[in-house]
């Protein structure tokens, strides 16, 4: 939870889910556990991954099919965070990773970030931020800049 504490979250549920496996769940199941989430914290929308998972991973396109259906049955606004289109041929030729990202006129949303207390998280968490890794290399393309886009416009 130390991450979360840098970024200035008041609560933090995290499912033990083994990496990789989340597509094996029920997703009926993993539908319950985030709208289990959203009642209980009474949450405004949901930020999730790109349904591409940005990086192509099935945990991040499983979550984000199972929060869309969440938002749809709650009627919450569901943004998507993804990448430039630019940015993710970037990364995707230096890393050889599938890195999927979207034309300007594709993308809703382009925030202004302050990395501060995202570095902060990071350093929380290691193995995630390993030197010379895709995430060093997206921050640097991305400036302070974040790319969302609606999946589930809120009702």
């Known amino acids: 939870h130390a991450a979360a504490k840098e970024l200035g979250l008041a ?4 499912l033990s889910y ?6 094996s769940v029920d997703q009926a199941w993993l539908r ?3 709208s289990a989430d959203v009642r209980d914290f009474a949450v405004d929308g ?3 991954f790109d349904p591409s ?5 099935p945990d991040h396109q499983a979550a984000t099919h199972a929060a869309m259906r969440a938002g749809k049955e709650f009627g919450l606004g569901v943004l998507g965070w993804t990448l430039p289109s630019s940015v993710a041929e ?5 890393f050889g990773a599938p890195f999927v990202g979207h034309q300007p006129k594709e993308v809703d949303l382009i925030v202004d970030v302050d990395r501060g207390p995202q570095l902060k998280a990071v350093q929380c ?15 640097a393309l991305l400036g302070d800049h974040e790319h969302l886009r609606w999946l589930v416009p809120s009702s």
Not at 18 to 23: K, M, N, T
Not at 90 to 94: D, G, I, P, R
């Open 11 to 14: 609560q933090v549920r995290l």
């Open 18 to 23: 083994p990496d990789g496996d989340l597509v």
């Open 32 to 34: 319950a556990e985030i």
């Open 46 to 48: 949901l930020v999730v």
């Open 53 to 57: 998972g940005v990086t192509s991973h």
């Open 90 to 94: 970037v990364l995707a030729q230096e």
């Open 125 to 139: 968490h290691p193995s995630q931020a390993v030197p010379g890794s895709a995430l060093w290399r997206r921050l």
